[in-house]
C-alpha cells in the first residue's frame, strides 16, 4: 500500500496527563468499550467539537487544542495502534466521529474525547508489528501521532486483514 492507496496510521498512547490517573486506565477502557481517545476532561462537558476546541484551547492552551482538532479529523478507517500497561500492541480502525464521554468512567480514566474504533480480538505480535510502530512509541510521550513511513500502513493493512480473517 503506497502512495494514494495508503491508509493512515495513527499512534494512541492513551496516557493521561493527570498524575492522578492510574497508567494503563484509559486503554483498558477504550479496548472494553472499543474507543479510542485522549484526555482533556472539561467541566461542564461540551455539545460540540467546536466547543471542545475552543474551550480546550482557553483551559490548556493552544497546543493541547490543536492535538484535539488533529486526533477528530482523522479519518474513519484509519488505522490506530495502542500499547496497554503490559506493552502488547493492539491494532484498531476508526469507525466513528469525535464525540465527548461525560460518563464518570471516561472521568476516571481520562479518556473523554473519542472515537469509535473497531479493534482486533487480540494483542499484535511484537515481531509482527510495523517497526515504525515501535519507533513512534519508543520516543514516549503521550501525544496522538501520526505515523507517516509506508510500512506502518502496508504491515498495518496486512495484519488487518489477517485478523479479521480469524474472527
Known amino acids: 500500500m503506497t502512495g494514494a492507496n495508503a491508509v ?3 499512534r494512541a498512547p492513551m496516557r493521561s496527563r493527570d498524575v492522578e490517573v492510574p497508567t494503563g486506565a484509559a486503554v483498558e477502557r477504550a479496548l472494553e468499550t472499543a474507543v479510542c481517545g485522549i484526555g482533556g476532561r472539561l467541566d461542564p ?18 497546543r493541547a ?15 490506530v495502534w495502542t500499547r496497554d500497561a503490559q ?18 468512567k471516561a472521568a476516571e480514566a481520562d479518556l473523554v474525547h473519542i472515537r469509535a474504533v473497531d479493534w482486533l480480538s487480540d494483542p499484535v505480535p511484537h515481531d509482527q ?6 519507533i513512534a512509541f519508543a ?3 503521550r501525544n496522538w501521532q501520526r ?8 504491515i498495518s493493512a496486512d495484519l488487518w486483514c489477517e485478523g479479521e480473517q480469524r474472527r
Not at 462537558?45 to 493552544?62: F, H, K, M, S, V
Not at 480502525?93 to 464525540?99: A, H, L, Q
Not at 507517516?148 to 502496508?154: F, T
Open 129 to 134: 508489528a510495523p517497526p515504525s510502530v515501535h
Open 45 to 62: 462537558p461540551p455539545r460540540t467539537l467546536d466547543e471542545a476546541i475552543t474551550r480546550t484551547d482557553q483551559n490548556r492552551g493552544e
Open 87 to 104: 506493552a502488547f500492541l493492539w491494532l484498531g480502525r476508526i469507525t466513528g466521529s469525535w464525540r465527548y464521554d461525560d460518563s464518570a
Open 139 to 141: 520516543r514516549g510521550g
Open 65 to 79: 487544542a490543536r492535538r484535539l482538532e488533529r486526533f477528530a479529523a482523522a479519518p474513519r478507517g484509519a488505522f
Open 8 to 10: 493512515s496510521v495513527f
Open 147 to 154: 505515523i507517516r513511513p509506508p510500512d506502518a500502513s502496508a
